[in-house]
Structures are given as C-alpha cells and as structure tokens.
Nanobody, 122 residues
Framework: VQLQASGGGLVQAGDSLRLSCTAS????????VAWFRQAPGKEREFVAG????????EYVDSVKGRFTISRDKAKGTVYLQMNSLMPEDTAVYYC????????????????WGQGTQVTVSS
C-alpha cells in the first residue's frame, strides 16, 4: 500500500493549510493514520494520529489547539487541518499508516507517503 500526501505549500505565519492523505491499492479508511514531519536537520516527529475508526486522536503538544486530524471515509481521505501556522511548523509532512492503534514512533508504521513540503514564512 502506498500513501500519498498532498496539500503543502508556502504560506505566511497565521495562515492555514489542509493536508490530505490517500492510499493507492486500498482505502486509507482501513488503517490507523498518523502525520509526521521532518524539519531540516531534525529527526522526524509525530504530529497527529487518528485511530482506524476515527474516534481516537492524538496530537503532539506543540500543535494542540491549532491542528486537527480527521477522516472522510466516503472519500477515503485523512486530513490534517493546520491553522495559525508558525515558522516552526516548516517541515516536510508525511502520512503513515498501520493496521490499528496510534503510535508515536515512525518505526511502528508500515506504510508511508512521499511527503509534502510546508513552508511558513514570518
């Protein structure tokens, strides 16, 4: 299964973006999905995750209250709505999937997308 992340771009601080994650071969609705990000010179970090049902969600503290992860099962898409973006949110954002459960380590995910660049200017 190959995931595809899209929706990145160049925005100003305070703006919003919505990232999308879809899957080829199978619907992303079959998986627990997480968003990770990797800034230049830094390790990839967990940003947000949603359970397969969509009932459970988790966020890293730095994005709580600003980012929202959600599912549209009819469209087979997982979204990451990012509001009040800050320059420190600049990174390549990846979506990742696993059969079930939300885990914080990238090592726990089996399926990955190619990443989409988010750049926030001050």
């Amino acid at each position: 299964v190959q995931l595809q992340a899209s929706g990145g771009g160049l925005v100003q601080a305070g703006d919003s973006l919505r990232l999308s994650c879809t899957a080829s071969g199978r619907t992303v609705s079959n998986y627990a999905v997480a968003w990770f990000r990797q800034a230049p010179g830094k390790e990839r970090e967990f940003v947000a995750g949603t359970s397969r049902s969509g009932i459970s969600t988790e966020y890293v503290d730095s994005v709580k209250g600003r980012f929202t992860i959600s599912r549209d099962k009819a469209k087979g898409t997982v979204y990451l709505q990012m509001n009040s973006l800050m320059p420190e949110d600049t990174a390549v954002y990846y979506c990742a999937g696993r059969d079930r459960g939300i885990y914080y380590s990238e090592k726990d995910y089996d399926y990955w997308g190619q990443g989409t660049q988010v750049t926030v200017s001050s």
